[in-house]
C-alpha cells in the first residue's frame, strides 16, 4: 500500500511561492505516475499537474501553467510542486496521488484515476 505525505503549505501574500513536497516511504514510488489536485471550499477536486513514473515530460493545467512546475526525485521517493506568482485564487487544500505503477499521465486528469492520496496540504494566498 503506497502511502502519500504532502508538506510545505502555508500562509503566504499574493506574488509569493511556495514548494510542496508529496512523499512516501514505499519503495515502489518511483513506478507511480504521481499528481497534483486541489480543492476549495465548496468546489470539486481539481486537477493541477502530474508527472510519468520516470520524469517525463509534465502536466499542467491551464490556471497554473507557467507558474507552477512539478518535478520529481525518484532517489528519495519525492514529487515537489513549485508554485510561484501565488494567486488569492490557489487558496486550497493541496493533494497528491499516485496512478498504478507505469500507468500514463497523458490524458488521465480525474481524480477517479487516481488510485493512492495523502492527506493534503493547506495552502491559503492572501490578498
Known amino acids: 500500500q503506497l502511502q502519500l505525505v504532502e508538506s510545505g503549505g502555508g500562509l503566504v501574500q499574493a506574488g509569493d511561492s511556495l514548494r510542496l513536497s508529496c512523499a512516501a516511504s514505499?519503495?515502489?514510488?518511483?513506478?507511480?505516475?504521481i499528481g497534483w489536485f486541489r480543492q476549495a471550499p465548496g468546489e470539486e477536486r481539481e486537477f493541477v499537474s502530474a508527472i510519468s513514473w520516470s520524469g517525463g515530460t509534465p502536466y499542467y493545467s491551464d490556471f497554473v501553467k507557467g507558474r507552477f512546475t512539478i518535478s520529481r526525485d525518484n532517489a528519495n521517493n519525492t514529487v515537489f510542486l513549485q508554485m510561484n506568482s501565488l494567486k488569492v485564487e490557489d487558496t486550497a487544500v493541496y493533494y497528491c496521488a499516485a496512478r498504478p505503477p507505469y500507468h500514463a499521465v497523458y490524458g488521465n486528469y480525474d481524480a477517479s484515476s487516481y488510485t493512492y492520496w495523502g492527506q493534503g496540504t493547506q495552502v491559503t494566498v492572501s490578498s
Open positions: 514505499e519503495g515502489t514510488f518511483s513506478t507511480h505516475p
